[in-house]
């Protein structure tokens, strides 16, 4: 059995940005993970002409600071996604195009989801962002969904059609699948709706040359020999001296563990002695989202002559989300869209042929006949990863942020929590699982003693606090 002073169980973004901290600070980890890759919900793929394509985890945005420094600090580079030209929204059998925040609705509808909109986000504003069931009216705005609310606020059935697509646009999941008071916890976490739905200016401004999967491949070079892949965890044994950690083939003895996986597969390990009723509920009560994401190649950029940024909103169809995702240097056009809650459990018993011809379908209806002829369509089925079982996130339903909330990321004894849904600040996306790990790598850091020598500036941050 091999001894360490931290285990951490997986190797995504939030396990190895722990694992890093840790290490820096003198200590000896181990990292398990249980897929043969590192990266969790970042994932390269490749085009058949060799273009790489992101197929989970994509997109950085203003404030999303741990992230855009930890890519300038492992050497890699960015570039601003394509946002030059009309965006298209689909409706009642109708293409708009437009170029104003009137997201191409008619007047009245679109006067409507500002009126909405700005309702909500002065909601979110008020939100308690550490300890959300804190907030004011939090009983009241968790025991109703997102969609109820919706039906008690308007009655205009664009308005509520549109925010009903921007919710799987965010989550992979339903209106009526989410609380009123995670909806707005998100928007809090995300500084704003307009910044999450946004692309210049906001969450979908940046990407990074060659994919983000290289975040967590580099940091995993770092750490060496400290990682170890093909390693399921089943079972954390913790005691008055330590915790053994047992996976398929062998075991590690450490002082403390972070288990860095999503909250449905953390539910999934066994632990000795059993986790409190309320961490256990908790993990009962946040499944991942459903999304199958497709990458969908052509020899040029086509919409851009046509004055199009490539951004669409469909109200009619399932393949509701589509963005321009070609590589920095344009040399072919990359469209990139979802089928994401209902729609995606739906598609992922169709085959995949039956998926391309709805996939392509769409993009003629958006596009024109350009869009009939890809040369490639790359998808991901994140529903079907064993080791993930869902994306983008993982979501509360009605009810359970006041009565489970508490246990989100406390501590266990030795066990710590990291992950995206963990985060108070860009819950859900990979700003927020590195904010996660540094969270849980601190706590560890303020009862483990330092083993370099003088007083790191992870050391210091956390003696003055």
Not at 77 to 102: C, H, I, L, M
Not at 241 to 268: C, D, H, K, W, Y
Not at 437 to 458: C, F, N, Q, Y
Request: glycine share 10%; charged share 20%.
């Amino acid at each position: 059995m091999d001894t360490v002073d931290v285990a951490v169980v997986g190797a995504g973004l939030a396990g190895l940005s722990a694992a890093r901290r840790l290490s820096a600070a003198g200590h000896t980890v181990q990292v398990l993970e249980a897929r043969s890759r590192v990266g969790g919900r970042t994932l390269g793929g490749f085009l058949s002409n060799g273009v790489p394509v992101e197929m989970g985890g994509q997109w950085i945005g203003p404030t999303q600071q741990e992230v855009l420094d930890l890519i300038d600090e492992l050497g890699l580079q960015t570039f601003p996604t394509f946002d030059n030209g009309s965006a298209t929204t689909v409706f009642d059998g109708k293409v708009v195009r437009y170029d104003d925040e009137t997201f191409g609705l008619p007047l009245e509808s679109a006067s409507e989801v500002g009126r909405l909109w700005e309702q909500l986000e002065a909601m979110a504003a008020a939100v308690t962002s550490g300890s959300p069931w804190e907030s004011r009216d939090a009983a009241v705005l968790d025991r109703q969904t997102l969609d109820a609310w919706l039906v008690a606020n308007t009655r205009d059935s664009i308005a509520r059609r549109f925010f009903r697509l921007l919710v799987p646009a965010l989550f992979s999941a339903e209106s009526p699948e989410l609380s009123l008071l995670h909806f707005l916890f998100y928007v809090n976490s995300g500084t704003s709706l307009a910044t999450l739905v946004a692309t210049t200016g906001g969450a979908q401004e940046t990407r990074v040359v060659g994919g983000t999967h290289q975040i967590s491949e580099r940091m995993a070079e770092d750490l060496g020999d400290a990682v170890r892949l093909d390693a399921v965890v089943r079972t954390i044994r913790q005691d008055e001296n330590g915790v053994t950690v047992e996976f398929e083939g062998g075991s590690v003895r450490a002082q403390q563990v972070i288990v860095a996986v999503p909250q449905t597969l953390a539910g999934r390990i066994r632990y000795l002695p059993p986790l409190p009723a309320l961490r256990d509920g908790l993990t009962q009560q946040m499944p991942a989202g459903s999304v199958i994401k497709f990458q969908v190649g052509y020899d040029s950029p086509f919409w851009r002559k046509d004055g199009l940024n490539g951004f669409v909103l469909s109200l009619d169809d399932e393949f509701s989300v589509v963005l321009d995702n070609s590589p920095h240097d344009s040399s072919c056009g990359v469209l990139v869209g979802f089928l994401e809650g209902a729609h995606a459990r739906v598609a992922n018993r169709k085959t995949a042929e039956e998926r391309r011809e709805l996939i392509v379908t769409a993009l003629v209806k958006y596009f024109g006949p350009k869009a009939a002829h890809p040369f490639d369509i790359v998808e991901q089925d994140w529903t079907a990863e064993e080791f993930t079982r869902g994306c983008y996130g993982g979501r509360l339903a009605a009810g359970v942020w006041t009565q489970y909330g508490t246990a989100l990321a406390e501590p266990v004894g030795r066990i710590h929590w990291a992950g995206a849904e963990t985060a108070d600040t860009w819950n859900g996306y990979m700003d927020g699982a590195i904010r996660s790990g540094h969270r849980a790598a601190d706590e560890i850091l303020t009862t483990l003693p330092w083993k370099t020598s003088g007083a790191s500036p992870v050391e210091t941050e956390i003696r003055e606090r």
